[in-house]
């Protein structure tokens, strides 16, 4: 087993890992074709497993999304990394081939192991993340039904992490703007409960995000206590690329405070700041 895999997924869910051999396989394969997908694939697990454990899942049904999400992308082993990482905008062929990859992931799940019902929930996420809650998206299928639990939680942390993740081709959205945007498809894009949790797990302002506050100091969103309200997390304000104080936007004191914005890290040299505290 790849030891830098191994840990990976281990700071995401827990699981006898002999018992998953050919994913692992999989996995490692992705990570070697391209690193961002395989970023991509860690983080869409990390935010899934986040949602799952909201809707209070149990053990197995944990691993069981965590597995969906983190192969949701399988497909892309078949997308030339020409046409992956491309800066201009698809020619329609080239599109054809990059909304084929739900498909080739089926193909390649189907590869892997017998299709049972044990499987059948990471064959789901693989298959549907693209398809829309509306079931207008793709790819396109003669029989229309209901989209699996877990396609519709990958499907959110998936377009999350898409939007607020930097790519070669374009910079990332701001995680409060993109949660706005998204927002915009309760019902349509996304299953609207799934959504509504998502957010609500997630507040305004995501963990980490640089905010600016009405008094125009700077802080990092460090967290959300029980009786935060969405808008008001827990701070820690910097001054000079210093920490120099830890703020409660929920108590009384700084009631005459509020956020304003986000801002980008790198925008004021504290880039990879909130990531050291950690």
């Keep these: 087993m790849n030891p830098r895999i191994v840990k990976d997924i281990q700071s995401i869910f827990v699981c006898n890992l002999n018992e998953f051999e050919n994913e692992l396989n999989a996995l490692s394969l992705i990570r070697k074709y391209d690193e961002y997908t395989y970023l991509h ?44 990482n491309k800066v201009k905008k698809f020619s329609p062929e080239e599109l054809a081939i990059m909304q084929s990859h739900p498909l080739e992931s089926l193909a390649a799940f189907v590869k892997l192991q017998p299709v049972t019902i044990d499987t059948i929930n990471r064959l789901s996420a693989a298959f549907e993340h693209h398809q829309r809650f509306d079931l207008k998206g793709y790819p396109v299928v003669q029989r229309k ?119 980008f890290p790198e925008d004021h040299e504290l880039e990879g700041k909130f990531q050291s505290w950690k």
């Excluded at 497909?75 to 990394?81: A, T």
């Excluded at 209901?146 to 910079?171: C, E, G």
């Excluded at 997630?202 to 100091?217: K, N, T």
Aim: charged letters at 25%; aromatic letters at 8%.
């Design 145 to 263: 039904l209901n989209l699996h639990p877990f396609s519709r939680i990958v499907s959110v942390a998936d377009t999350f992490d898409a939007m607020t993740t930097d790519r070669i081709y374009q910079r990332r959205i701001l995680p409060d703007l993109a949660l706005r945007i998204m927002s915009q498809g309760f019902g349509t894009i996304f299953d609207p409960i799934v959504l509504q949790a998502f957010i609500t797990s997630m507040g305004a302002y995501p963990v980490g995000s640089l905010v600016r506050l009405s008094d125009q100091r700077l802080g990092f969103v460090t967290g959300y206590g029980k009786n935060s309200r969405v808008d008001r997390p827990y701070l820690r304000i910097m001054e000079n690329g210093i920490s120099v104080e830890e703020m409660d936007l929920m108590d009384d004191r700084h009631s005459g405070l509020r956020i304003m914005h986000s801002e």
């Design 41 to 84: 694939c860690l983080n869409v697990a990390r935010l899934s497993v986040m949602l799952g454990r909201r809707f209070e899942l149990d053990d197995p049904d944990l691993v069981d999304l965590g597995w969906a999400a983190l192969l949701h992308d399988l497909g892309k082993l078949h997308v030339p990394i020409h046409i992956l």
